[in-house]
């Protein structure tokens, strides 16, 4: 049986490729979402998912009561922050998987009660959304969670990128907003990272993260390609 991430997936690729190939231009609309579904042989619910990580990208813009507007996808992608317009998920994750365990080790190594006591807020606002089954509600606590870490970090190299990791967050993140067993899977995950931050474990909060990004991966079909001489959770 393939997921629905997994089809979402695909339709984001398709939607995407569509749009280079300029099948749609900057200020048309696309297809009505019936119309659309039908002729990628999708669901309406994913079709809206898939449109979701489009706007997230800035490639399209949701007018309610009229459709989905095409961008200026040109525009789009040279706009600061929005590289990620052009890279697949698999370069999402890869990005995430290079950068965020190497950040969590680093906060783990600074960061104060306070620090702790904040990302433990995104956290319940995480278990809350996820005992309401509010799963668009789970998304924006999952993002909040890892721009607070991103918040935290004390390196100022790092706060170039931290621009383009936030952008590269939310595109995967939307990919899996529409279930409640993948937000469950996320909390439990980023609950062993802050318990790490917490004992002041640099290498377990770093371990923590590479597992929760690889599991992120999975969860979408995506086998991430890790060289055989990098940490391995």
Not at 102 to 113: E, P, R
């Amino acid at each position: 049986m393939i997921s629905s991430s997994t089809v979402v997936t695909s339709v984001v690729e398709k939607l995407r490729q569509a749009l280079a190939r300029g099948q749609w231009r900057s200020g048309d609309m696309l297809p009505g979402q019936r119309e659309l579904a039908e002729q990628l042989g999708i669901s309406r619910p994913s079709l809206r998912e898939a449109v979701t990580v489009l706007e997230t990208l800035g490639l399209v813009r949701s007018l309610p009561g009229k459709g989905v507007l095409v961008l200026d996808a040109e525009a789009a992608v040279h706009e600061p922050g929005s590289d990620t317009a052009a890279a697949s998920l698999a370069d999402v994750l890869e990005l995430r998987y290079t950068l965020e365990p190497f950040i969590v080790g680093l906060v783990a190594q600074s960061a104060n009660s306070q620090d702790i006591g904040q990302l433990r807020l995104t956290l319940m606002d995480m278990r809350e959304a996820l005992e309401a089954d509010d799963s668009e509600a789970g998304a924006k606590a999952y993002i909040a969670f890892h721009e607070a870490l991103f918040a935290l970090t004390t390196n100022p190299i790092f706060q170039s990128v931290v621009q383009q990791t936030g952008n590269a967050l939310k595109q995967s993140a939307s990919m899996l907003r529409n279930s409640p067993e993948h937000l469950a899977a996320r909390l439990k995950e980023n609950e062993a990272v802050v318990r790490a931050i917490r004992e002041r474990n640099s290498a377990q909060a770093s371990a923590q993260m590479r597992q929760h990004i690889l599991a992120e991966g999975l969860r979408m079909g995506i086998e991430l390609n890790i060289p055989d001489d990098h940490p391995q959770p």
